[in-house]
């Protein structure tokens, strides 16, 4: 029960709850409206939905351009294989010894998986039965699948995400406002998504073995770059998923970076190596 003394409090309680209800709103509202625009779903479906339905609902609308008819929907049967099938070896992780570290600098993989399955061409659509002249060959826990190096519509289409990330970004660094932000992160987070999408046991175009293909390819590739830094005179302190830590051992930034153009020219296809950033210190725990 209110009291007359304390209905003011309760309206202005009320009140700030309602401040805060739309400033929240308007920190949501460009990523809402752009994601929505992208995915060409309502507000109300992309708020709800979880990134492989996103995924699937872009491919979807989207298959025209690549002259695709839509992947029929597993039943529930099929569903319960998937769920039950073997799980695959995620990302390579470097362990970091404890402690406090000076000058540092950490390189970043751009959209590291989508763009192992663009440039090794990684899907259903091109996944062999057996090996053929030319195809990729990924071994995978004594396990061997092979890929068409053809290019088909989700690799394809997954390069076009890519590119407008990179477009919008470049946008956004022009123009910095919430919107063209927005745009940027939305491909983003298609791009990322794509790879998750293709191992989830409930996709159209579901393909473990591109997903597993794609971590193995990853792995490779970071275990591959950690022992080219380490051979240049620098010490890599921490590695997961897709960036890597090192220390720089008194070379300077400027030698970092032509180390770093000379890593991207050894890279294939679209896959690219960045500069996260030089830092002063960092800590690292268990």
């Not at 290019?151 to 407008?164: A, G, Q, R, V």
């Not at 987070?189 to 790879?195: E, F, P």
């Not at 473990?208 to 792995?219: F, L, N, V």
Request: aromatic share 16%; glycine share 4%.
């Amino acid at each position: 029960r209110i009291l007359d003394d304390d209905w003011k409090d309760y309206f202005e309680y009320n009140l700030h709850d309602s401040v805060l209800v739309f400033r929240l709103f308007e920190k949501m509202w460009p990523d809402l409206l752009e994601f929505s625009k992208v995915i060409q779903e309502p507000i109300f479906e992309v708020s709800r939905n979880g990134m492989s339905k996103n995924v699937e609902s872009y491919i979807l609308h989207n298959l025209s351009d690549f002259s695709e008819i839509p992947e029929k929907k597993p039943i529930h049967e099929e569903i319960g294989v998937r769920m039950g099938r073997e799980k695959y070896t995620g990302a390579f992780v470097f362990e970091p010894t404890p402690g406090l570290y000076e000058n540092i600098a950490v390189f970043d993989f751009t959209s590291y998986w989508p763009s192992i399955i663009v440039t090794f061409n990684l899907s259903r659509s091109t996944l062999l039965e057996k090996k053929e002249k030319d195809a990729l060959e990924v071994e995978i826990d004594e396990k061997k699948f092979y890929f068409s190096k053809k290019p088909d519509f989700f690799p394809s289409m997954l390069k076009e995400i890519i590119e407008k990330r990179k477009q919008y970004k470049k946008e956004f660094a022009k123009n910095p406002n919430p919107f063209t932000k927005a745009r940027s992160n939305a491909f983003k987070l298609l791009a990322n998504a794509a790879y998750g999408y293709q191992g989830f046991f409930g996709a159209r175009y579901y393909c473990p073995e591109a997903s597993a293909s794609t971590t193995a390819i990853s792995r490779n590739f970071t275990k591959k770059t950690i022992e080219l830094i380490n051979n240049k005179g620098y010490t890599v302190i921490y590695s997961d998923t897709d960036s890597i830590a090192f220390l720089l051992n008194g070379k300077s930034e400027k030698q970092t970076l032509d180390f770093l153009k000379k890593i991207n020219l050894q890279l294939p296809g679209i896959m690219e190596l960045e500069l996260e950033g030089f830092f002063k210190r960092g800590l690292w725990v268990t």
